[in-house]
């Protein structure tokens, strides 16, 4: 098993910045791929960026390029989401996860292991 858990989330007016950061711990891989989504009540969830082991393939959507961007540390087996410029519409709880096989999707159904989530809300 793996265990995920997000912080950085918050409340912020809107064009401001926060930082989430997932951290991995318990079963390891040879590689994996990182990812976060996001998801409103009575919304299904949304990709919003994903990375692979090596850090140099990402997958972001086009709701949040240019403002959102994805890195990731594997010594520490964290990865972190830089949201700028934030908008009302950002409001959501933000989940963390990882995938064991494939490239950085943007479909839900290929990761296998979700966080908790974390609050983020954007005030106009």
């Known amino acids: 098993q793996v265990q995920l858990v997000e912080s950085g989330g918050g409340l912020v007016q809107a064009g401001g910045s926060l930082r989430l950061s997932c951290a991995a711990s318990?079963?390891?891989?040879?590689?994996?791929?990182m990812a976060w989504f996001r998801q409103t009540p009575g919304k299904e969830r949304e990709f919003v960026a994903a990375?692979?082991?090596?850090?140099?393939?990402?997958n972001i959507a086009d709701s949040v390029k240019g403002r959102f961007t994805i890195s990731r540390d594997n010594a520490e087996n964290t990865m972190t989401l830089q949201m700028t410029s934030l908008k009302p519409e950002d409001t959501a709880v933000y989940y963390c996860?990882?995938?064991?096989?494939?490239?950085?999707?943007?479909?839900?159904?290929?990761?296998?292991?979700w966080g908790q989530g974390t609050q983020v809300s954007v005030s106009s």
């Open positions: 318990g079963r390891t891989f040879s590689s994996y791929t």
């Open positions: 990375i692979a082991w090596s850090g140099g393939r990402t």
């Open positions: 996860a990882v995938a064991v096989f494939g490239l950085p999707s943007a479909v839900s159904g290929q990761y296998d292991y």
